[in-house]
């Protein structure tokens, strides 16, 4: 067995087991590695960084699309940006009433690797008849989108270095701001309170986002191969807010079966520790 470690701070490692370096690249926009071990099950990992792995996928994907449909059972038009894995359209085209999803992917590559090594997210999204595959940078995409077009926007992204960084900025929040309609929706990867690294970037999401949203709120999820576990979503919105719109009889009335998601769950997860609470307010 060899060992994939990360960085999870300066002085602090992640190590995952492995059985089999399955595909290493560098595509024009980063380091890409797909890798095969016993606990995590395939894994791949951007310029160094654990992204999608069998074991804990369900988490994340259920995490960043259920909540805003339980929010609004309504959603038709969905971009999502980033997401090469499929895991997040996946989720997304489980609802009988999504109409059109874009994907908005920078790195066309990350998409097909992910068809070839990890069909456990991959599989059967090109093939649905609502997809639609936009190669390119996610933050020209929304500069490009006509006004109120997309019912909800899912922020599948990198962390805001190389790449992802543009997506983590208040022109791209504003561009996201005008191309929702009154009841949009914005989830965004907000990030980890926990290392400074990562809790500076969470900040810094929401100060800006704060004062582009009438409504912004941010919850959390485990994460079992993220730095430190503890991650946030950011939840924006025109008007409609998480808590008070969500109606759980309507959501458990479509039926679908989720592994982590649940309505319960969804109350709670807007409760956040008080130190995050804090920081969150400090901007
Ligand atoms: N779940 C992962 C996480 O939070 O670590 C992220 C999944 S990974 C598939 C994120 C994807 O965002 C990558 O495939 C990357 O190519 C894409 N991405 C990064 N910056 C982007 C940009 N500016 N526009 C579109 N996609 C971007």
Not at 222 to 233: I, Q
Request: hydrophobic letters at 40%; one cysteine or more.
């Amino acid at each position: 067995m060899s060992w994939y470690t990360e960085q999870w701070s300066e002085d602090c490692k992640f190590s995952v087991g492995y059985e089999k370096h399955l595909h290493s690249e560098k595509s024009p926009f980063q380091q890409i590695d797909f890798y095969e071990g016993k606990e995590f099950g395939t894994f791949f990992t951007l310029d160094g960084l654990m992204m999608v792995n069998e074991k804990d996928e369900f988490i994340y994907h259920d995490m960043i699309v259920h909540p805003a449909f339980a929010t609004n059972p309504d959603i038709k038009k969905v971009l999502v940006i980033g997401g090469g894995d499929g895991g997040t359209a996946r989720e997304v085209l489980r609802y009988p009433g999504v109409e059109h999803v874009v994907l908005a992917e920078i790195d066309e590559q990350v998409f097909r690797l992910c068809q070839q090594y990890l069909p456990i997210t991959a599989a059967g999204v090109e093939e649905d008849a609502r997809m639609e595959l936009a190669f390119g940078d996610g933050l020209a995409y929304v500069q490009n989108a006509p006004d109120a077009s997309f019912d909800l926007i899912l922020v599948d992204s990198t962390d805001p270095v190389s790449v992802g960084e543009g997506l983590f900025t208040t022109a791209f929040y504003k561009e996201c701001y005008r191309v929702l309609n009154d009841k949009g929706i914005l989830i965004n990867q907000h990030e980890s309170p926990y290392f400074s690294e990562y809790a500076e970037n969470m900040k810094k999401a929401r100060t800006k986002i704060k004062q582009i949203f009438p409504v912004a709120r941010v919850y959390q999820y485990h994460m079992p191969t993220y730095p430190s576990g503890h991650w946030l979503f950011g939840f924006a919105s025109k008007s409609l807010d998480p808590l008070k719109d969500a109606d759980a009889d309507v959501w458990n009335a479509i039926g679908l079966k989720t592994k982590y998601y649940n309505t319960d769950l969804h109350v709670g997860a807007f409760a956040l520790p008080t130190y995050v609470q804090e920081a969150l307010d400090s901007e």
